[in-house]
């Protein structure tokens, strides 16, 4: 792998999602609190995913959020009613179709 210090070209390509509302909003309040945009706080959150926890691969993965994002995390969660966690989302019936 390059050095992090190493500068490289990278193609980036206009993505269309759908996603939960209240998601997008606290993703949203978090780059803004990290300052930062969506797009970045997206590719780091994926980046970090790849990454598995030495001796749990296939069961845990890195976070890219530290002890204040997670404060920050809960705050906006509350803020924007966000009612659900990772296994209640598991829930969402959606009548729309994804293109």
């Known amino acids: 792998m390059p050095e992090p210090s190493e500068t490289r070209p990278v193609e980036r390509v206009q993505l269309g999602v759908r996603m ?8 949203k309040g ?6 930062t945009s ?16 030495p001796g749990q691969e296939g069961e845990w ?14 705050g ?4 924007y009613s966000m009612k659900f966690d990772v296994h209640g989302a598991r829930g969402f019936a959606d009548d729309s ?3």
């Open 97 to 99: 179709q994804d293109p």
């Open 30 to 35: 978090l780059a803004e609190f990290k300052g």
């Open 61 to 74: 993965c890195a976070s890219p959020h530290g002890k204040r994002d997670l404060e920050v995390i809960a």
């Open 38 to 53: 969506l797009a970045a706080l997206l590719e780091n959150i994926v980046w970090h995913s790849f990454e598995p926890l």
């Open 20 to 27: 939960e509302k209240t998601t997008v909003q606290v993703l």
């Open 76 to 79: 906006l969660q509350k803020v």
